[in-house]
């Protein structure tokens, strides 16, 4: 057991740095199984592009990491933002699932864009947050997202919903 205090590190890929992770204390724990990562005190990220650039943020009041799933479970005031779409998702608790490269949550999940507003008991989407799922949903749109053909640039929710 190795337990960290005051810690502010970058993560990289490849040699490329690819997040940052700021929390007040990191527990790591090989002698429980399976073994993890443990955030108890909150977590925040940073997910950066290839230049450097904040491409999205990730906080919760607590995470934990299983390295052999690498799987995230993250819970308590679950918030993500992506900077390129001003999507915002907020949440109670939210996994993270690093082989499937996916979110997904079986909680209440609240997903903001510019264009409407879905709220669910059940969220699912892809790393990017581009393609999302949400179900016993609710939700405002616009008439014209409800109409025609997609237009370019729009989400996988306007066409899931043009189509059905």
Do not use: C
């Not at 190795?2 to 990191?26: F, L």
């Not at 997903?111 to 892809?126: A, D, H, K, L, Q």
């Not at 016993?136 to 014209?144: I, K, L, P, V």
């Amino acid at each position: 057991m190795m337990t960290s205090y005051g810690v502010n590190t970058m993560i990289s890929d490849s040699g490329v740095m690819k997040y940052r992770i700021v929390t007040e204390q990191w527990d790591v724990n090989t002698v429980r199984q399976p073994s993890r990562w443990e955030f108890m005190k909150g977590i925040f990220f940073e997910q950066y592009d290839e230049e450097m650039r904040m491409q999205a943020y990730i906080q919760a009041d607590s995470a934990w990491y299983y390295d052999q799933q690498r799987l995230w479970k993250l819970r308590g005031r679950v918030f993500i933002r992506k900077a390129d779409s001003a999507l915002l998702y907020s949440s109670d608790e939210l996994f993270w699932d690093g082989i499937k490269h996916q979110f997904y949550s079986h909680a209440f999940s609240r997903i903001v864009t510019p264009e409407r507003t879905m709220e669910g008991t059940y969220f699912e989407s892809n790393e990017e947050m581009t393609h999302y799922m949400v179900s016993n949903s609710q939700g405002s749109f616009r008439a014209e997202d409800m109409l025609g053909e997609p237009k370019e640039g729009q989400d996988s929710l306007q066409v899931k919903m043009i189509q059905q």
